[in-house]
C-alpha cells in the first residue's frame, strides 16, 4: 500500500515538472511577432508585406502568430512563445509591474480614441448603473483614459468600472449601435469615425484632450530574453519598424494600396485614416511617465519606474 | 493490509498530496512565477479579496442570478413535463425540443443572444434558464415515466384531480430523477454564469465571479486568478456535498427510494 503511494505520488510530480521544461534549442534567427489589425498597426502590415525584417539581416525567418487579444499576448511572452508584441502602454505597464522581463523597443503609431456615447448622454455624471460602457478590457488604455476622465470630472478613477462590458471593436460597434444597454463605446479609428458618421452619437471624451498631451497608441515590446538573446535580430526589427513607419509617412498612397489587400476596408478609406492630420506614426515612445503616475495614483500599479531605462531599452526614442 | 482510511478522509489526503506537489513545483520547479505562483502567495491573494469583500459581494451576486434562474428553469420544466405525461401531442412536442436544443452549449448562443438580448442580466438569465431546463426537462419526463400506470389509477379511485396525481404521486415518486436534474441543472448553471460572464464582463452592478477573475487575467494578478478558482471549487464542493446531499438524506435516502 505505501509503495504503491509512494509510486503514484512520484508519477503525479513528473507530471507536473514537465509543464515547466521549455525548450532552450531557440534558433537565434527567428523571431515571433504578434500579428495585429487595424490603422494603429498599419506598420506591422506594412513589415510584413514588405519583408523587411527578413530583408534587413541576412537569414532571419519571421513567424507571425495570431492572437486575439493584448492578454493573449502578454501571456504568450510570459509563457516564451512570442518574442515581440504591440500593445498600448498601460497594459504593457501592468505586466512590468507584475514583473514581466520586458521593455519598449519603439514606438509605433497615434491614431484617434475616443468615447463615443449616444446623444442622450452629455457627461460622465449621466451614466447611470443600467448604462454600459464597451470596450476592449479593463486595464487597456480606453480603460485607463475612461479613469482619467472619471477622476478629473468626478473625483473617482474608478466609479464607472463595474459599468465596463469588454467588447471587441467590431462587436463593440455593433452594440452600440444595437440600442440596448450598452449606451457608449471607448474605440479608436475607425470604429470612432464609423459611430460617429450617425447624429445619435457624440464624442464625449478625445484620447488626447483627456491625457492633457500627445502620446503613444501603440509601442513595440520585446522580451528581454530576445533582447539579450538575439541582438541581431532585435536591431534588424527596430530598423524594420522605423523603415515601415517612413514608408507610410512618406508613401500613404502607396501603404494605403498595400494596406487594402489585408484590411476590410478601400483604399480611399485607408488612405484618409491614415494620412489624417490627427494620426500619427512615430518611433518615439510618448507618455510613459503620465501613464505610470496616474496608474499608480489611481491603484492599478503596485509601483511606478524610476528610471527610463526601466521600462525603456537602450538607444529607443522617447519623450516622458 | 486493510484500509482503514475512510472514504471521505482519503479524498482530503489526496487534495493535501495534489498542494505538496504544487508547492514542490513552485518553489523547486523551473517555472515563472508570474505563471505558477507558490501557495502562499495564493492564499494571501485569496485573504485579501475576502478582507475587502470584493469576492465575496460577487459571489453572492453570481448565486443569487443561478438561484432565481435555476428556480425559474424548474418550474418551467415541471410544467413542460407535466403536460407531456397527460397528452401524447405535447409529449413529442417536448421530446423534440429537448433534442434540438439539449446538446447545444449555452455559450455557442452566446453571440446570439448578444444580438437579441443585449449583453446585461436579461442575456445571462436566458444562458442560465437554458443551460438548466433542457437536462431537468429530459429528467423529469424519465422520473415520470418510471412512475408504474398502477399508482396513477389509485389516484384516480381515490378521485384526486389531474394536479392532485401530479403533486402527491408523480413528483415524490420520481424524486431521485428530479433531484438528479437538479444537480446537472446546478452544475450547468454555474458554468454557464461564469463564462457568459468572463465575456461580457460585468453584467450590472459589481459583476460576479466570472468578473473577478476576467479582471484577474487582464491585470496579470496570477495569484488572484488562483483564488478565484479556488473560490468556484470551494463553492462546487459545498453545494454538491452538503446543500443536494442534505436534501437527498432527507428525502429520497429516508423513504428508500433511492440508495
Known amino acids: 500500500m505505501r509503495k504503491k503511494f509512494i509510486l503514484i505520488f512520484l508519477l503525479i510530480s513528473l507530471l507536473f515538472s514537465g509543464c515547466g521544461a521549455q525548450e532552450d534549442a531557440k534558433e537565434n534567427k527567428t523571431v515571433r511577432i504578434a500579428e495585429q489589425f ?13 519583408k523587411l525584417i527578413e530583408n534587413n539581416l541576412y537569414g532571419a525567418t519571421v513567424v507571425w502568430e495570431q492572437m486575439a487579444n493584448t492578454t493573449a499576448i502578454r501571456e504568450a511572452m ?6 515581440v508584441g504591440f500593445m498600448a502602454i498601460p497594459p504593457f505597464l ?7 522581463e520586458w521593455k519598449i523597443a519603439t514606438g509605433l503609431s497615434y491614431v484617434p480614441v475616443g468615447l463615443v456615447t449616444k446623444n442622450t448622454i452629455g457627461s460622465l455624471a449621466d451614466f447611470g448603473t443600467d448604462d454600459r460602457i464597451a470596450l476592449p478590457q479593463p486595464g487597456s488604455v480606453q480603460h485607463i483614459l475612461l479613469s482619467m476622465a472619471c477622476k478629473d470630472e468626478l473625483g473617482d478613477a474608478g466609479i464607472l468600472d463595474n459599468n465596463l462590458v469588454t467588447l471587441s471593436h467590431p462587436d463593440g460597434l455593433n452594440a452600440l449601435m444595437a440600442g440596448n444597454e450598452v449606451t457608449a463605446h471607448f474605440t479608436a479609428t475607425p470604429y470612432l469615425e464609423t459611430e460617429l458618421e450617425s447624429s445619435e452619437y457624440d464624442l464625449l471624451l478625445d484620447g488626447r484632450e483627456v491625457f492633457g498631451q500627445d502620446f503613444s ?3 513595440g515590446v520585446t522580451t528581454d530574453a530576445f533582447y539579450q538573446g538575439s541582438p541581431e535580430l532585435y536591431d534588424a526589427f527596430v530598423l524594420s519598424v522605423q523603415e515601415a513607419v517612413d514608408f507610410i509617412n512618406q508613401n500613404p498612397q502607396e501603404a494605403a494600396a498595400i494596406l487594402s489587400e489585408y484590411y476590410d476596408m478601400t483604399e480611399e478609406e485607408i488612405l484618409k485614416h491614415i494620412s489624417s492630420e490627427k494620426a500619427d506614426y512615430n518611433t518615439t515612445a510618448v507618455g510613459t511617465r503620465k501613464f505610470s503616475d496616474f496608474m499608480v495614483e489611481a491603484g492599478y500599479l503596485s509601483k511606478g519606474y524610476e528610471d527610463p531605462g526601466d521600462i525603456i531599452w537602450e538607444d529607443v526614442k522617447y519623450e516622458e | 493490509m486493510k484500509s482503514k482510511i475512510k ?6 489526503i489526496w487534495i493535501f498530496v495534489l498542494l505538496a506537489v504544487w508547492e514542490l513545483t513552485a ?3 523551473p517555472v515563472n512565477p508570474i505563471s505558477f505562483p507558490s501557495l502562499a502567495v495564493i492564499a494571501s491573494a485569496l485573504w485579501e479579496s475576502v478582507i475587502t469583500g470584493d469576492i465575496i459581494s460577487q459571489i453572492w451576486f453570481s448565486m443569487g442570478f443561478i438561484l432565481t434562474g435555476l428556480l425559474t428553469a424548474i418550474i418551467l420544466s415541471l410544467v413542460l413535463a407535466s403536460i407531456s405525461t397527460f397528452s401524447e ?11 434540438v436544443f439539449h446538446p447545444l452549449p449555452g455559450i455557442a448562443m452566446l453571440p446570439l443572444i448578444i444580438l437579441w438580448f443585449g449583453t446585461g442580466s436579461k442575456a445571462i438569465f436566458i444562458i442560465i434558464i437554458h443551460s438548466v431546463i433542457w437536462p431537468m426537462l429530459l429528467n423529469l419526463k424519465s422520473g415520470f415515466k418510471s412512475v408504474p400506470e398502477i399508482y396513477r389509477k389509485i389516484g384516480q379511485n381515490y378521485e384526486h384531480s389531474m394536479a392532485g396525481i401530479l403533486f402527491k404521486i408523480f413528483i415524490p415518486a ?7 436534474g437538479i444537480k446537472i441543472g446546478w452544475a450547468r448553471a454555474w458554468r454557464a454564469v461564469i463564462s457568459a460572464e468572463m465575456v461580457f464582463g460585468a453584467t450590472g452592478g459589481k459583476g460576479g465571479i466570472g468578473w473577478y477573475i476576467f479582471n484577474k487575467r487582464v491585470f496579470m494578478d496570477t495569484p488572484g486568478l488562483f483564488a478565484g478558482l479556488i473560490v468556484i471549487i470551494g463553492i462546487g464542493i459545498l453545494v454538491e456535498d452538503l446543500v443536494i446531499g442534505k436534501i437527498e438524506n432527507s428525502t429520497v435516502k429516508k423513504w428508500g427510494t433511492s440508495q
Open chain 1, 217 to 219: 497608441f501603440i509601442v
Open chain 1, 94 to 100: 501592468i505586466g512590468w509591474d507584475k514583473g514581466m
Open chain 1, 38 to 50: 487595424g490603422i494603429a498597426y498599419a506598420p506591422i502590415q506594412i513589415m510584413k508585406h514588405q
Open chain 2, 89 to 99: 401531442l405535447m409529449d413529442s412536442f417536448t421530446d423534440t425540443l429537448v433534442s
Open chain 2, 7 to 12: 472514504k471521505e478522509h482519503l479524498k482530503f
Open chain 2, 174 to 180: 420520481s424524486l431521485p430523477f428530479g433531484l438528479a
Open chain 1, 78 to 83: 510570459v509563457a516564451d512563445k512570442l518574442d
Open chain 2, 27 to 29: 518553489r523547486f520547479g
